[in-house]
Nanobody, 122 residues
């Protein structure tokens, strides 16, 4: 069974940092892309970042550029999202997803993990 386990969320003050982890199992890690998404209360789900595990290419939404860093650990089948300089608008449930890239950098996404809540307080 394919499993994705997101963790690392929590409560942090404005300007603080968190590192999210997406532990995966049940598929060939290097064949996939992993994306991080978030959904804030009352808002649509937003793609934040992704990494193509085959070639290492990455993507960041504009609001994450310069603050967030996505990385992978193939030995542990885990993808990380280091989030620095967190702002109130980063408050959301963060999800990781996996899929085999099809003529794109990342996605489509076939498998989704449960979310981890990030709350940024001022």
């Amino acid at each position: 069974d394919v499993q994705l386990q997101a963790s690392g969320g929590g409560l942090v003050q404005t300007g603080g940092s968190l590192k999210l982890s997406c532990a995966t199992s049940g598929f060939t890690f290097a064949d996939y892309a992993i994306g991080w998404f978030r959904q804030a209360p009352g808002k649509e789900r937003e793609g934040v970042s992704c990494i193509n595990l085959n070639d290492g290419r990455t993507f960041y939404v504009d609001s994450a550029k310069g603050r967030f860093t996505i990385s992978s650990d193939a030995a542990n089948n885990t993808v990380y999202l280091q989030m620095n300089s967190l702002q109130a608008e980063d408050t959301a449930i963060y999800y990781c997803a996996a899929g085999i890239p099809n003529k794109s950098l990342c996605g489509p996404y076939e498998y989704w993990g449960q979310g981890t809540l990030v709350t940024v307080s001022s």
